[in-house]
């Protein structure tokens, strides 16, 4: 039996759940970037939900600005005596993924989940197949969508945690070093860090609150470049092509074939690299294929980088002229370079795990993070879990122990920086 998800009972929550209430308003800002708009942000939903944030920040008298990028800015400085310690800038993104809707966002309650699957309003069925996370989440209450939307804890869950922080530290009796809180936007456009400045936050250390399941620590990323293959053809009148017609388009074709031993995403797992091709265009007279070039290592991403340059010789060979050339691009390097450098720092977050109660799991991004952008800029900057689980679609969903171990560990890392001598 599938359960359901109630709407009464989420009602019943926010009456006793500041954190949950918080999250549960800013999902209903429909915020989702849009990768074909020129502005910035994107969307009008992420200044909306940044004004709105920024007006309650002012509220609780903190120093907080909303530039024309849209991105929130919130300084604190050091409790009384704690000036010294080192500085932390804590991120989440206002924004959520253009592959789903974040539109009328209707959430609800499936309590105590029993591991069998959940139905949506709709239909739809999310259980460990789909979700096999939702292995570890038995007994936990589990707020879900009605199948027609994203649910938007990536990364509203985020933004609710550091909210709902700022609300705890206005109390003034949590004692803590200097302080920085950013909402970002267009991070799921990869555009976040275009609109961030390193020297400007100018913190020791970041922490990104932007990851999955519980437990989730985000140390390193891959190193990542775009690759392009361009081939030339020889467009000649079909009637009297022959031996003289060069068809891009089919040489292109054996480019792919030429490439085909080359690992790739469908493929690898884990530590391994790949190279995937992800868009061909072209015709008779030209052909452009598209790359991107994946690894945990930059000798391995050179490795594959290489491979593809051998491919490209093949079939210049083939052809017996040079009708095949390949550029590379940068596009984010691993976090875990810049983040090994400073052991102590990843040691305080470890053990603000613990003193959350919360079991580690360390963890390699095969992706990047805004932190692999950030690091490499000179601010070391790790991720950690929301609890968001099946993000991008309306899948998506968050169980509600997961949102909150992760605002205590968020908690317990501000106390931990002020404790802890000169990092
Ligand atoms: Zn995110």
Redesign the pocket.
């Known amino acids: 039996m599938h359960q359901k998800g109630s709407k009464n009972a989420l009602a019943q929550k926010l009456h006793e759940d500041i954190l949950l209430k918080n999250f549960i308003d800013y999902v209903r800002f429909d915020t989702k970037a849009d990768p074909d708009s020129a502005t910035v942000p994107s969307s009008k939903g992420q200044l909306k939900l940044g004004s709105f944030l920024a007006e309650k920040i002012k509220a609780l008298n903190f120093d907080v600005k909303q530039k024309d990028t849209g991105v929130v800015c919130v300084r604190i400085p050091a409790s009384a005596g704690f000036e010294k310690v080192k500085s932390l800038c804590l991120l989440a ?1 206002l924004d959520t993924a253009p592959d789903a809707s974040g539109e009328n966002v209707n959430p609800s309650l499936v309590e105590n989940y029993a591991g069998s699957g959940i139905e949506l309003e709709n239909g739809l069925i999310i259980d460990d197949k789909l979700c096999p996370e939702l292995r570890n989440h038995i007994g936990d209450d589990i707020v879900v969508t009605d199948g027609t939307t994203l649910l938007g804890a ?2 509203k869950a985020g933004v609710a945690i550091l909210y709902t922080l700022l609300e705890r530290l206005s109390s003034g009796d949590v004692k803590h070093g200097p302080l920085t809180i950013i909402f970002s936007v267009d ?2 456009l990869g555009k976040s860090c275009n609109y961030l400045d390193v020297e400007e936050i100018n913190c020791d250390y970041g922490v990104t609150v ?1 990851g999955c399941d519980l437990g989730e620590f985000d140390v390193a990323t891959f190193n990542a470049d775009a690759a392009v293959v361009t081939i030339k053809g020889r467009s000649v009148h079909t009637a009297v092509a022959k031996g003289k017609l060069l068809n891009a388009l089919k040489a292109g074709s054996k480019f792919i074939d030429l490439i085909a031993a080359i690992p790739s995403p469908e493929t690898t797992e884990g530590l391994e690299g790949f190279v995937h091709p992800h868009d061909i265009k072209g015709g008779v007279e030209q052909c452009v294929i598209k790359f991107i070039v994946r690894s945990f290592t930059k000798d391995g991403l050179i490795k594959l980088e290489n491979k593809l340059q051998v491919a490209v010789k093949e079939l210049n060979s083939l052809y017996g002229e040079n009708i095949a050339s390949i550029s590379f691009s940068f596009q984010y390097a691993n976090m875990e370079e810049v983040l090994s450098q400073h052991p102590k720092f990843l040691d305080c977050c470890r053990k603000s795990f613990k003193d959350a109660g919360v079991e580690i799991k360390e963890h390699f991004v095969r992706g990047g993070t805004d932190g692999s952008n950030l690091s490499n800029e000179g601010l070391p900057c790790p991720n950690i879990f929301t609890g968001g689980l099946c993000c991008h679609g309306p899948y998506e969903c968050l169980p509600v122990a997961s949102l909150h171990k992760s605002y205590a560990v968020v908690e317990a890392l501000v106390k931990n920086m002020a404790t802890l001598d000169a990092l």
Do not use: I, N, P, Q
């Open positions: 993104h990536d990364d991070e799921e932007d």
